[in-house]
């Protein structure tokens, strides 16, 4: 199967392309960056050239390769990210998410491609209920502010997709090499740095995915006609009070102060605290069962601290 990939080399696409070719597909990765080619040769793809946000761009390039599936995981994210700034910092991965998202539907739609995957979040549920949340639970109804604009985007994009008869996959908090979690990443370097304390207890639930269960997630799905949103998450999820000591000490780095909400808001905001506070786990036995799948990292005792001692 011919696959074209947005997004193939970042933190999911480094794992995804070198596994759909092992399986036989070939990669086709649209970048914008001509010098991004190389990257993708050595990953066992090709490039092809163009702006996912530009539509006429968009047609050609996916006129010109002719997939019989499209696989979107572009995103523009910062390394590091300020949470008073989120809006801001993800202006352009909301393009990518609304824009981008329209105009690969479109020039599929025109070639008659049938396949179609895009990467959502499983963290954006309603906080309103404590149990793990199914893809039948309805995403945040009041999001903090600086999250409003995120989550809007994702919407689009889940509306675009499913409408289409594609399908979302609802990643949780990414982890692996080249992530924020990574030892090199910009979550640990502020771990390491003391920088990121327990606030109000910690009480916001992860469920993590490493990039090579979202790469194997997303290959599953290119072979089954599954629909609507799933969650590709782990199979613990786990309150930051539980996990950030012991991601911190698997850095070497000190214990995780702790910090009341009201004094965190003032350095943070509104949606620093959320995270830290408010977020919500999720399950992962529908994608288990429609997609044959299960995570090699079952636990964010794996995933998360794989390689940090």
């Given at each position: 199967?011919?696959?074209?990939?947005?997004?193939?080399?970042?933190?999911?696409?480094?794992?995804?392309?070198?596994?759909?070719?092992?399986?036989?597909?070939?990669?086709?990765?649209?970048?914008?960056?001509?010098?991004?080619?190389?990257?993708?040769?050595?990953?066992?793809?090709?490039?092809?050239?163009?702006?996912?946000?530009?539509?006429?761009?968009?047609?050609?390039?996916?006129?010109?390769?002719?997939?019989?599936?499209?696989?979107?995981?572009?995103?523009?994210?910062?390394?590091?990210?300020?949470?008073?700034?989120?809006?801001?910092?993800?202006?352009?991965?909301?393009?990518?998410?609304?824009?981008?998202?329209?105009?690969?539907?479109?020039?599929?739609?025109?070639?008659?491609?049938?396949?179609?995957?895009?990467?959502?979040?499983?963290?954006?549920?309603?906080?309103?209920?404590?149990?793990?949340?199914?893809?039948?639970?309805?995403?945040?109804?009041?999001?903090?502010?600086?999250?409003?604009?995120?989550?809007?985007?994702?919407?689009?994009?889940?509306?675009?997709?499913?409408?289409?008869?594609?399908?979302?996959?609802?990643?949780?908090?990414?982890?692996?090499?080249?992530?924020?979690?990574?030892?090199?990443?910009?979550?640990?370097?502020?771990?390491?740095?003391?920088?990121?304390?327990?606030?109000?207890?910690?009480?916001?639930?992860?469920?993590?995915?490493?990039?090579?269960?979202?790469?194997?997630?997303?290959?599953?799905?290119?072979?089954?006609?599954?629909?609507?949103?799933?969650?590709?998450?782990d199979d613990d999820p786990a309150p930051m009070s539980e996990w950030l000591p012991?991601?911190?000490?698997?850095?070497?780095?000190?214990?995780?102060?702790?910090?009341?909400?009201?004094?965190?808001?003032?350095?943070?905001?509104?949606?620093?605290?959320?995270?830290?506070?408010?977020?919500?786990?999720?399950?992962?036995?529908?994608?288990?069962?429609?997609?044959?799948?299960?995570?090699?990292?079952?636990?964010?005792?794996?995933?998360?601290?794989?390689?940090?001692?």
């Amino acid at each position: 199967m011919r696959v074209l990939v947005t997004g193939a080399t970042g933190v999911i696409g480094r794992q995804l392309t070198p596994l759909l070719t092992s399986v036989g597909h070939e990669v086709v990765a649209l970048t914008r960056h001509p010098g991004a080619a190389a990257s993708v040769k050595a990953l066992g793809g090709r490039a092809v050239i163009g702006d996912l946000l530009d539509k006429q761009q968009t047609k050609l390039a996916v006129g010109m390769v002719q997939p019989e599936a499209i696989v979107h995981m572009a995103t523009a994210i910062p390394r590091a990210i300020n949470p008073r700034r989120l809006a801001a910092d993800f202006a352009t991965t909301n393009q990518l998410r609304t824009l981008g998202t329209r105009n690969l539907l479109s020039a599929a739609a025109d070639i008659g491609v049938p396949r179609f995957v895009a990467q959502g979040l499983a963290y954006a549920y309603d906080p309103a209920e404590p149990r793990p949340a199914t893809e039948d639970d309805p995403l945040w109804q009041n999001p903090p502010p600086q999250f409003a604009p995120v989550l809007e985007a994702l919407r689009q994009l889940e509306r675009l997709t499913i409408g289409a008869g594609g399908l979302v996959v609802r990643l949780g908090h990414l982890c692996g090499p080249g992530s924020i979690y990574a030892p090199d990443g910009s979550f640990a370097e502020q771990v390491r740095a003391g920088k990121v304390p327990l606030v109000g207890g910690g009480t916001a639930v992860f469920s993590f995915t490493h990039a090579h269960d979202a790469a194997t997630a997303i290959v599953a799905a290119l072979d089954r006609p599954v629909g609507g949103a799933l969650n590709v998450v782990d199979d613990d999820p786990a309150p930051m009070s539980e996990w950030l000591p012991a991601y911190a000490q698997a850095l070497h780095a000190r214990a995780p102060k702790s910090a009341p909400a009201a004094m965190a808001r003032l350095a943070v905001g509104g949606w620093g605290v959320a995270f830290m506070t408010r977020l919500r786990g999720a399950d992962n036995a529908r994608a288990k069962a429609l997609l044959d799948w299960k995570p090699r990292y079952g636990s964010w005792r794996t995933s998360l601290l794989e390689g940090l001692a």
